[in-house]
């Protein structure tokens, strides 16, 4: 009974198990009958804007700068003993934090 838990006979035995909840879904789902409503864009119940916008990658950077000085910073400090040195540590890290929150 072992030998089912094994990742290439599992998933041998669930691509025919997913095929047949597959072909049973299309066949609850009932016959498809396409119309323009149903392939128009759907904007939450507004128009569609009509412009594309691209704000630039400089919010992505900060946010993701943010949280890699976080979480790397965190890190150092969880593998740290509780010293002084750790405390100024601490202290740099919330003025970069902030320093990256004002921008």
Do not use: C, D
């Not at 400089?58 to 400090?77: D, E, N, S």
């Not at 593998?79 to 902030?98: K, M």
């Amino acid at each position: 009974m072992e030998i089912l838990l094994s990742p290439p006979i599992a998933f041998l035995l669930y691509i025919p198990l997913v095929l047949i909840i597959l072909w049973i879904g299309k066949q609850l789902a009932g016959p498809e009958t396409p119309n323009e409503v149903k392939s128009s864009v759907y904007g939450s119940g507004e128009e569609a804007p009509t412009y594309l916008a691209a704000p630039g990658y400089r919010p992505f950077f900060l946010i993701a700068l943010f949280f890699a000085v976080l979480h790397l910073g965190m890190l150092i400090l969880g593998t740290s003993p509780l010293n002084l040195a750790s405390g100024i540590f601490l202290v740099g890290l919330a003025l970069s934090l902030v320093a990256l929150i004002l921008g």
